[in-house]
């Protein structure tokens, strides 16, 4: 697994989490898919994602150089009304449905 700390920029808590990526299906989609359901975004309204501190991560091969503990951002399209803008407290109180991490055991 490669395990990356991602967040949704400008929001007012601005920390991280953590998600993992199956090392053999490193793909845009599924990073976006997987950040989206962690983080409760809809992937419709994710911009791009930053690879900080200012880098954009575009295609499959960008993804597949990412390195362990690398920190990405999902940048949100401009919507003033977004719900997304002010739901940090929503945030963490929505399920994971990324599988193969609901089996790991702590």
């Given amino acids: 697994e490669l395990v990356l700390k991602v967040r949704v920029q400008n929001l007012r808590d601005n ?8 090392r053999q299906e490193l793909t845009y989609h599924d990073l976006l898919r997987v950040s989206c359901c962690e983080l409760g975004v809809n992937p419709e309204q994710v911009e791009r994602i930053r690879k900080l501190p200012n ?3 575009r295609k499959d091969k960008d993804v597949a150089r990412l390195q362990d503990f690398q920190e ?3 940048v949100l399209v401009k919507n ?3 719900p997304f803008r002010n739901a940090v407290a929503t945030l963490t109180e929505r399920p994971c449905y990324n599988s193969k991490a609901s089996k790991l055991t702590y």
């Fill in 72 to 74: 990405l951002e999902l």
């Fill in 55 to 57: 880098t954009l991560v």
């Fill in 15 to 22: 920390d991280f989490i953590e998600i993992e990526l199956d």
């Fill in 80 to 82: 003033d009304s977004s």
